[in-house]
Structures are given as structure tokens and as C-alpha cells.
């Protein structure tokens, strides 16, 4: 096939497998041939780094293909090429768990790693399991990485940085549950997208013994690989943005404001709940005091007290739960939703560069038949965009969907799973209530 | 029991009709009263039948209120639970052994004119104590009926434990009310965001309803709740009662007190007479010494008097214990009787207030399991 180096013939490449592929596929699938094709050429791309020796490569969406010296077999080759874009996990082959938080206590600093369980059998990875510690900067850099090594694509978000100190404690064992679950959450869905899955730094990230040494050569390999990365500046105007992409503009917006609203109603209604809890747990009291006085009644309102203080206790771990595991998830997709609208604007800046050059060239006037290379390379740039962008918004809608069909499901859960613990306590309570004492 | 007049008819009262049931004949009488004519009632009764634990009214003004409930005299609501509140009062009455028989309070379901004028007539105002009235009257009982001591205690703290109840309760209530409203914004947040959506909307949609289904009710579960604070409310009013019997004792036994001392020092100044001898001071006895004896007719004069005070004095000693033997008994019979009931409301109370909790439950439970299923459909 020769060599990869100039991008010109990975264009070629691609033209032809789009080409190959448009022969079988009706017409109004073709949209989605660019997509399909980008995608075979990456994984084929990954594939030929097994048989040639590592080479730099720059490819049109400007990663840069993880380097492996391990030999290839025809089989894993093939494994490969396959087009896994589904979720079942039926070709499912990399796995990746956050758990077992720790604190280190050094001199400088006090933080917490987690470790991170890689299972695959993906020939990207020396072995078929890693079992690695990371901290949440690390978590930082590598979403870092993501975003300037595959702009194109939508980069899942990260649980906040930044945690006000003395209202939150950065070590309490909730806290480090729900930045655990989300960090998880993080890193599946890093492994199940096509792309980014096949990320150099997210190997990295899940095998390197020690990061922090592949993080300074990191800086290096930016200035060479950064030209076609970073040559997205701004400086170019959109003058509109097309309408399926002003239409997911407007969709994020919306949700994002809606979310928003989400989040306030639910942490008002957490407030409220506990001020009803405060209340509840003064009112429960009062019955056992009132018992002291009574003869036969002391019984029945002793029971009375027992079985608010169970309701009490049942609605603290309702606003618990809605605190760890509701409001989380929530801010997570307001941030999620955030970074998917830089993207369209990185989308937008891609567009606007491109039709600048055309529009320069034609002004040109020159009667060249081509056109010429950089603006070629600008529209396939663009075009890619647009493909990696569109099947990430279908992947995050369907992901979106189930998302929020397990969150909003969970908080009826939860609900239901309170009311039940109430009406157990105030049944059982019943027959205490109608029991017939005898006469003291 | 039914009818009312409007509000603002006749200010500060509203009236009640009554319908009244004998036991022997069906005597079916309608006629209006004030709540002024409730209270004339009481108080009558309560001068005629001080060994009663006499049954209270229901609270005039409204207290114990959390936030919703309006602390308006003339709100339905209220007026509705305080002609409740009437009724069970002279349902209390008659069913009582002793006040169902009373010639005023059958009057006072039969009369239609003149009503006030008959009690009035009565002259019970003169026969009341001030001294019952008397939040602080102090007066020390040397030999009170334990009995009598404790039961007082205990109507003080039962009070006080009660009005804490009622008052944390309108709290709770309060907040539970702002818990289940919030709810109703997820109900409009929901449908803003199906408008979005394509395959989540419906799903989105149908569960905001029964958001706006939960939050709206809460609004019959607090009206139910406010049945049993009236419960509550009643026996924090019978404390008072009970506690008004204690007082009547402790002057009974305070009156019996006084006479017998005042006995005893006649006894003592009649002997010193008789005697000759001087032991307890008096004026009479200063005055002599200082300006010469008395002749002993004076003397004679003075002791025969004072025999027929002592004599007096020993005839209503002995009444006035009776008296009081005769309370301590009666009243006593009436307290276990009061007993008996307070146990047995209380604890009707209590069922119908866990009842009310499990319905509470099932309901959201309900609620919750339908929008769950909404968002399982998402």
C-alpha cells in the first residue's frame, strides 16, 4: 500500500473505500458512507502499524495511531476491520472499571487514587489486563488529550474539578462514591465509542505504570502533531451554520436549560425534605415524653415514636440518595451538553475556514481545473467533522435516552422504595394500637 | 346539625342549630345558637357540677395553625370543624350519667326565646367561686388528697405536652405541604422538555402529570390530619377541666382547713375564759388587764356567745366535711370514668391517625410506580 506519511494518499484511501462501499449501498445511505468509510480507514490504518514499523502518521482527523510492535495474525486483523458500533456488548472487547478508592497522605498534598481495571483482548494492549492507580488530574489530563487529539468528536464530561472546601469534604465517603461513579461512567463511555476507544493517550492512561513520565514527553509530541490539530483557529466567520447543526445547537440549548431547571427542583425539593426531616425529628419525641405520663396509653404512644423515627430515618435515606446519585448525573449532562456546544463551534470554525478559501480562490480568478490542495484538504476537514460530530449526537441521543430513562426510573425507585418503609412501620403499628391491655 | 348562617350576619358568633334526640321520645327540635350560649352553658355547668369533669368546647379562635390553614375566624373550613367541634360537645354532655339529666342543657336543645334569661335566672353566677377563676390564687392546703395532687400534676403536664405536640405537628404539617408542592414544578419542567424530544416526549409528558397529580394531594391528606389535631386539641381542653376539679378540692379542703382552725382558737378562748387563764393573746384580754377586769357576768355574756359559735362552728364543720368526703367521692367516680374514656378516644385517636399515615403511603406509592412506568416508556 505503500506509504501513509502525506495524507494525500490516506485521502485516496478513503475516496476508495467510499467508493467500494457506495457500489452496494443504496443512495440515501450514502450520508453515512463517509462515516463508515472514516471509520474502516482508521481501524485499517491502526492495522498496517502492526505490519510496518512505527512510523509517524498524520491522519485526516488528525489522530495519531497508538504504536504496538506486537506481530499482527490475520485473525486479529479482521477483528479489527469489523464495524462495531453497537452497544450490546456482543463484540464487546475492552473493559474498564474505576473502584477501590484510596487515600494518599504525602507531605505536600492529601488526595485520593482509584484503580483503574482494564480487561481486553484488543492487540492495542501488550496484555489482556492492566490493573493501573489514578488520580483525578490524571482523569483531567486525559480528557485534555481527548479534546485536542480527536476535536471532531464529543468528549464525555468529568465530575466537577473543583470542590468548595470546608462545604464539601473532599474525603468523605460519599463524596469519593459519587466522583468514583462518575469517573467510571467517564471511562465507559470513552470505551464504548468506536473512535476515541482507539485513543493513544487512553491506552496510555489504562496501562502506563507511570503516567506522569508519558505526560512530559506528551508536551513534545504537541508541537509536531499540533499543526493539523490546532490549525482549527478562530478568526473565520460562519456566516450560518447549516440547519441540521443550527437544529442540534438549538435541541442542546433547550436541554441544557431545561436540565438546569431539573437540578434547581430537585435540590429545592432535597432542601425541603430536610427541613421536613428536622421537624420530624422533634415531633417523634414529644410521643415517647407523653408516654411517661400514661398508664395504658404509654404503650401505644411509645409505638407512636418508634414509628416516626423510622419514617425519619427512611426519609434520610431518600435525601441521600437523591444527593449522591440524582443531582450527580444531572450536572453531569449540563456540562456534557456545554462541551458539545464548543464542538459545534469548533464545527462552525472548520466550515467558516474552508468557505473562506474557496471564496479567496474564486476570487483568484485563475483558471486552474483543480482546486487546489489546501482548500481540498479544508473541505475533507470539514466533511469529516461533520461526519464524527453526527454520529456521535445519534450515539449520545441514544445514549442520552437510556441515561435518563435509568436516572428518572431510580428517583421513582427511590421514592417508592421510602413510601414502602413508611407504610411497613405505620402497619405494624396497628396491631399494638388496637391490642386490649389489661386492666392494671 | 347543619345549618349556618353566613358569615358577617352576627359578628363575633356564629349560630348552630341543634337537633335533639331523646332517649324515650324522638323530639326533633331545631333552633339556632350562638357560640356565646354554648360557653353560658358550660359555665353553668361547671358551677352546678364541680365534681364533673365538665366537657370543654371546642377553641374559639383559631391556634395551632400552620401556614395554609387560615387563621380567619370566618374561614369555611374552620367554621366547619369548630360546628364539629359543637356537636361533640353536647354529645359529650349527653352522654354523660349524670349531666344528660339537667334541666338547662335539655332547655338549651328545646327552648327557642329566652333561654339566657332561664340560666340566668338560676343564679348561678352568684354560687361561682371568683376564687376558682383565679389563675393565681394561692392559698396553702395543709392536708390535701394526694390523689387529688397528683391528678393536678398530671392535667399540667398533659397540657403542656400536648400544646407541644400540636404546635411541632402544624410544623411538620408546614413543611410536608412544601415538600409534595415543589413536585408540581417537575410536572412543568417535564412538559417543556418532551416539546424536545421525539421518542422520550410521551413518556416525558404523562410522567409530569402524575407529578401534578402527587402534589396536589397533599392537600385532602393535611384537611384529614387537621381531624385529628382537633382530637388532640379536645383532651388538651379536658385538662383544663380536669384540673378546674382539683382546684374546686383543694378550696373545699382549704375552707374545711380555715373553719377548723377557726373552731379550734374558739375552743382555746372560751377555755381561757372559763379558766382564768391567759394563753392566747387578745385584745380584749390586754384591755382588761389594763383597765380592770370584767364582771363575771361580762364574762358569762362572752362565753355563752362563744358556745354558740363553737356549736355552729362544729355543726358546719361537720357538714362541710361531709361535703367534702362526699366530693372527694363523686368526684373521684367521675375522674375514672374520665379515665376510661380518655384511654379509649386516645386510642381511637392514634388508629385513625396511623390510618391515615398508610393511606398517606399507598398513595405514593401509587404515584410513584405510575411514573415510573411513564419513564420506563421513555
Not at chain 1, 456488548?89 to 497522605?105: A, C, Q, S, Y
Not at chain 1, 421510602?418 to 391491655?437: D, G, V
Request: aromatic content about 10%; charged content about 30%; overall charge neutral.
Amino acid at each position: 500500500m505503500g506509504d501513509y506519511a502525506s495524507a494525500q494518499s490516506a485521502e485516496v484511501l478513503q475516496k476508495n473505500i467510499s467508493g467500494l462501499l457506495c457500489v452496494f449501498v443504496p443512495q440515501q445511505l450514502q450520508g453515512d458512507i463517509q462515516r463508515l468509510s472514516h471509520l474502516l480507514l482508521d481501524r485499517a490504518l491502526f492495522c498496517y502499524q502492526m505490519l510496518k514499523p512505527k512510523k509517524d502518521l498524520i491522519l485526516p482527523n488528525g489522530g495519531t495511531p497508538a504504536g504496538t510492535s506486537s506481530p499482527a495474525s490475520s485473525s486479529s486483523l479482521l477483528n479489527r476491520l469489523q464495524l462495531d458500533d453497537d452497544i450490546d456488548g456482543e463484540t464487546r472487547d475492552l473493559f474498564v472499571t474505576v473502584d477501590d478508592p484510596k487515600k494518599h497522605v504525602c507531605t505536600m498534598e492529601t488526595y485520593i487514587t482509584y484503580r483503574i481495571t482494564t480487561k481486553s483482548t484488543r492487540v492495542e494492549f501488550d496484555l489482556p489486563e492492566y490493573s493501573v492507580r489514578r488520580r483525578y488530574q490524571d482523569f483531567d489530563w486525559l480528557r485534555n488529550k481527548l479534546e485536542e487529539s480527536q476535536p471532531t468528536h464529543l468528549i464525555p464530561p468529568l465530575p466537577e474539578k473543583f470542590v468548595v472546601k470546608g462545604v464539601v469534604d473532599r474525603f468523605s465517603e460519599e463524596f469519593v462514591e459519587t466522583r468514583r461513579k462518575a469517573l467510571d461512567k467517564f471511562l465507559k463511555r470513552i470505551t464504548d465509542h468506536p473512535v476515541l476507544s482507539f485513543n493513544e493517550h487512553f491506552n496510555v492512561f489504562l496501562t502506563a505504570k507511570d503516567l506522569n513520565a508519558y505526560k512530559k514527553q506528551g508536551i513534545a509530541l504537541l508541537t509536531r502533531v499540533g499543526e493539523s490539530v490546532k490549525h482549527v483557529t478562530g478568526g473565520y466567520k460562519l456566516r450560518s451554520r447549516p440547519l441540521e447543526f443550527a437544529a442540534i445547537g438549538d435541541y442542546l440549548d433547550t436541554f441544557a436549560l431545561k436540565l438546569g431547571t431539573i437540578d434547581r427542583i430537585a435540590q429545592r425539593i432535597i432542601k425541603e425534605e430536610i427541613e421536613y426531616l428536622v421537624e420530624l425529628r422533634e415531633y417523634g419525641p414529644v410521643y415517647s415524653t407523653w408516654s411517661t405520663l400514661e398508664g395504658e396509653l404509654a404503650e401505644p404512644l411509645e409505638g407512636v415514636s418508634a414509628c416516626i423515627g423510622n419514617c425519619s430515618t427512611a426519609l434520610e435515606e431518600l435525601t441521600d440518595d437523591m444527593t449522591e446519585d440524582f443531582l450527580p448525573v444531572l450536572r453531569e449532562y449540563i456540562l456534557y451538553s456545554d462541551s458539545m456546544k464548543s464542538v459545534l463551534k469548533k464545527r462552525d470554525q472548520v466550515q467558516a475556514e474552508y468557505e473562506a478559501k474557496l471564496e479567496a480562490v474564486a476570487l483568484r480568478k485563475e483558471d486552474r481545473p483543480k482546486v487546489p490542495a489546501d482548500v481540498e484538504k479544508c473541505q475533507d476537514r470539514m466533511e469529516c467533522f461533520n461526519a464524527d460530530l453526527k454520529a456521535d449526537m445519534e450515539r449520545w441521543q441514544n445514549n442520552k435516552r437510556q441515561d435518563f430513562r435509568q436516572l428518572l426510573m431510580g428517583m421513582a425507585d427511590k421514592n417508592i422504595q421510602y413510601y414502602e418503609k413508611c407504610l411497613m412501620a405505620w402497619e405494624s403499628i396497628i396491631p399494638l394500637l388496637q391490642e386490649k391491655q389489661e386492666a392494671k | 346539625m347543619r345549618k349556618r348562617r353566613g358569615p358577617g350576619q352576627r359578628a363575633p358568633g356564629s349560630t348552630r342549630s341543634v337537633e335533639h334526640t331523646d332517649g324515650q321520645s324522638v323530639l326533633t327540635d331545631s333552633l339556632w345558637r350562638r357560640y356565646s350560649e354554648f360557653e353560658l352553658l358550660r359555665n353553668y355547668l361547671l358551677v352546678y357540677y364541680p365534681h364533673i369533669v365538665v366537657p370543654p368546647l371546642p377553641e374559639k379562635r383559631a391556634e395551632f395553625v400552620w401556614h395554609k390553614l387560615s387563621a380567619d375566624n370566618m374561614d369555611p373550613d374552620f367554621v366547619e370543624r369548630r360546628r364539629i367541634g359543637l356537636e361533640n360537645f353536647l354529645l359529650r354532655i349527653a352522654s354523660h350519667p349524670t349531666l344528660c339529666r339537667d334541666k338547662i342543657f335539655y332547655l338549651f336543645l328545646t327552648q327557642e326565646g329566652n333561654w339566657k334569661e332561664t340560666v340566668n335566672e338560676t343564679g348561678f353566677q352568684l354560687k361561682a367561686d371568683s376564687r376558682l377563676k383565679a389563675l393565681n390564687a394561692t392559698f396553702r392546703v395543709k392536708n390535701p388528697d394526694k390523689r387529688f395532687t397528683e391528678l393536678k400534676h398530671y392535667s399540667d403536664e398533659l397540657q403542656s405536652v400536648i400544646s407541644h405536640l400540636l404546635r411541632v405537628r402544624a410544623r411538620v404539617a408546614d413543611r410536608l405541604y412544601g415538600v409534595y408542592k415543589v413536585h408540581g414544578n417537575y410536572g412543568r419542567v417535564f412538559s417543556e422538555w418532551s416539546a424536545i424530544e421525539k421518542e422520550m416526549g410521551d413518556g416525558l409528558q404523562s410522567a409530569g402529570h402524575h407529578m401534578d397529580v402527587y402534589a396536589s394531594s397533599i392537600d385532602d391528606i393535611l384537611e384529614d390530619e387537621e381531624h385529628y389535631a382537633d382530637q388532640l386539641k379536645e383532651y388538651l381542653f379536658y385538662a383544663e377541666a380536669l384540673r378546674a376539679v382539683c382546684r374546686k378540692h383543694e378550696l373545699m379542703q382549704y375552707d374545711l382547713e380555715m373553719a377548723a382552725q377557726d373552731l379550734a382558737s374558739k375552743k382555746q378562748q372560751c377555755e381561757e375564759l372559763a379558766t382564768g387563764t391567759v394563753r392566747t393573746f387578745s385584745l380584749k384580754g390586754m384591755t382588761t388587764k389594763l383597765f380592770g377586769q370584767e364582771t363575771p357576768e361580762q364574762r358569762e355574756a362572752r362565753i355563752k356567745v362563744l358556745e354558740e359559735q363553737i356549736n355552729e362552728g362544729e355543726q358546719q364543720l361537720k357538714s362541710k366535711n361531709l361535703e367534702g368526703r362526699e366530693f372527694v367521692r363523686n368526684a373521684w367516680a367521675d375522674i375514672e370514668r374520665f379515665k376510661e374514656q380518655k384511654n379509649r378516644d386516645l386510642k381511637e385517636a392514634l388508629i385513625s391517625y396511623a390510618v391515615m399515615q398508610i393511606s398517606m403511603c399507598k398513595k405514593g406509592i401509587q404515584v410513584w410506580t405510575n411514573a415510573k412506568e411513564c419513564f420506563s416508556k421513555m
